[in-house]
């Protein structure tokens, strides 16, 4: 075989070796650029869970990144809004109509697993639902903020999470790069090898059996109550004052929650309101909790939690906690001061109550509905 035989052969073999390497890459990087999923999130609320394995990308260059965030929940003053909204969505809590579209969508994944919850340390996988959005230049940073607004809204409408600790919860952001392609992954859940219960919880048999606890009490008010809405208003109202206690010390660890109020039975402005509304809800009267600020008697204005309630069209101011003041010397709250802060309007409720929409430092500002200029009258 002469020279020019021999290296006509080596030339193609090369040739078949160069397309044959060039074509196994072009199919590993089709593989990763479209990445299969196990099922499809359907109306923001199924959550996707992304099937690519360590097998996967193995031996293939690629960039991790994981970007946490968690709600930080405390209230603040600030300027009150002048938007109002009359209408309660019976589908879903009254806040969630005000978020914004990613904040929907956490929402309703929260609400969808509140059940799985209960465990602790479940995951809720958003899969690439927002891929659009973190694909933007402050897409993460939106990001973060739909997640304070959902949490905002969600403990504002479930007065009953209380055993979910939301500082333990996080929500992750996964970025995956290969080459000038990245991939982003969200999920909710725990702090790495840690639960997200409250204090004073260890296990869903513990949340089951004081939620049902709770219900025994509720269902036990619910059957003692007569007559239109406002007389039942009026009856839990009372009986919130008759067995509640104001915490002033604000040192009880279920201070602020239903649990306190009527289990515990002491609490503070924040407990008053959720009870209320935790029975309110049950008897399906809209009832919402007003966060903002009161100025008492001495001149001293404070953070303060109340509830609006809504009576035919109309929407009345109820301060369960006010109805209940502490009095200097001892002793009980007379008749008429049980009813002080009951079912009020504008015009008694904006000399001393000023709402401002807010739940958190870093959250959106929620609107209320528009109260009734008067006051109810029987």
């Known amino acids: 075989m002469n020279k020019d035989s021999r290296f006509g052969k080596i030339i193609v073999s090369l040739i078949v070796v160069i397309l044959i390497a060039f074509g196994i890459l072009l199919y590993k990087q089709s593989n990763i650029e479209s990445l299969p999923w196990k099922e499809d999130l359907q109306e923001a609320s199924t959550t996707a869970e992304n099937v690519m394995t360590e097998n996967n990308v193995k031996n293939q260059i690629q960039q991790v990144q994981t970007n946490i965030a968690e709600p930080v929940l405390k209230i603040e003053n600030i300027q009150t809004s002048t938007k109002q909204e009359n209408q309660v969505k019976e589908d879903t809590g009254y806040f969630y109509s005000q978020l914004g579209k990613e904040a929907k969508i956490i929402y309703k994944s929260m609400e969808n697993h509140i059940e799985d919850m209960k465990t602790g340390n479940y995951t809720i996988e958003l899969g690439d639902v927002f891929q659009e959005l973190l694909e933007k230049e402050d897409g993460a940073k939106q990001l973060e903020q739909a997640y304070q607004d959902a949490w905002d809204a969600i403990s504002t409408d479930y007065v009953d999470l209380f055993y979910i600790d939301s500082s333990k919860v996080r929500l992750y952001t996964k970025q995956t790069t290969f080459w000038n392609y990245s991939t982003y992954t969200v999920s909710i859940g725990p702090v790495e090898n840690a639960n997200y219960y409250a204090q004073g919880y260890a296990s869903a048999q513990m949340v089951e059996e004081t939620l049902a606890n709770l219900e025994a009490v509720r269902e036990e008010i619910i059957a003692q109550l007569t007559g239109d809405t406002y007389q039942k208003i009026e009856q839990i109202n009372e009986y919130l004052v008759d067995t509640i206690t104001y915490d002033e010390t604000l040192n009880q660890m279920n201070t602020r929650n239903i649990y306190g109020a009527f289990i ?22 809209p009832c919402l909790l007003v966060s903002g600020t009161a100025t008492n008697t001495d001149g001293n204005t404070e953070d303060h939690m109340w509830n609006y309630v809504q009576i035919g069209e109309n929407w009345y101011a109820v301060d369960p906690t006010w109805n209940d003041p502490v009095i200097v010397g ?24 000023v709402p401002n929409g807010r739940i958190s430092q870093k959250g959106m500002v929620f609107h209320y509905p528009t109260l009734s200029q008067e006051d109810y009258t029987v």
């Not at 309101?273 to 029975?279: G, T, V």
């Open 264 to 285: 515990e039975k002491q609490v503070v402005c924040e407990g008053y309101a959720k009870a209320l509304k935790y029975i309110l809800d049950e008897i399906k009267i």
């Open 330 to 353: 001892g002793g009980s709250p007379s008749k008429n001061m049980k009813r002080a802060y009951l079912c009020k309007g504008q015009l008694t409720m904006q000399k001393d109550h």
